[in-house]
């Protein structure tokens, strides 16, 4: 039998500052900001906004590692993550055939476990079917260039 839906509502609001700048908030955390480095107009005072998406997919796996590593009866003591978007920034200036998200992300994720080879693959498997993030790449055709590490 099939699960009932069960949605939740997610939410952000943003207030441009000046220049290339916006302040975002979400729920009661404190604002934090959004820029550019100079190259791309900015004043280089915040992160960009692709670079937090690559974080929110750090975030998220360090989410999901542990709710299913419990499931699973697998145990670590560390997790850490190497992440990496390439950008054709011509995409960004328009130019028609170039897509201006990621062409490819490289990920890496380093975990302190005694499990054997098989489980770690299984873990793997297990997060990449269901972290949400990992699934926004995926599902809109950019290439994940995934490595789990064991130290």
Request: proline share 5%; hydrophobic share 40%; with cysteine.
């Amino acid at each position: 039998m099939a699960q009932p839906s069960t949605l939740v509502k997610v939410s952000a609001a943003g207030k441009w500052e000046s220049g290339v700048k916006t302040n975002i908030s979400v729920r009661n955390f404190p604002v934090f900001s959004i820029d550019e480095p100079v190259a791309l107009g900015g004043e280089d005072t915040a992160p960009n906004p692709v670079e937090y998406v690559l974080a929110g997919l750090n975030g998220c796996n360090g989410v999901m590692i542990p709710l299913i590593a419990q499931e699973l009866g697998f145990t670590f003591s560390g997790i850490d993550f190497e992440t990496t978007g390439i950008i054709d920034t011509r995409g960004l200036m328009g130019v028609e055939g170039v897509s201006p998200h990621f062409q490819k992300i490289r990920f890496q994720v380093n975990i302190q476990t005694e499990e054997s080879e098989e489980r770690v693959e299984q873990l793997k498997n297990e997060v990449e079917r269901r972290c949400p993030v990992f699934n926004l790449f995926v599902d809109a055709g950019i290439e994940i260039d995934t490595k789990w590490r064991k130290v």
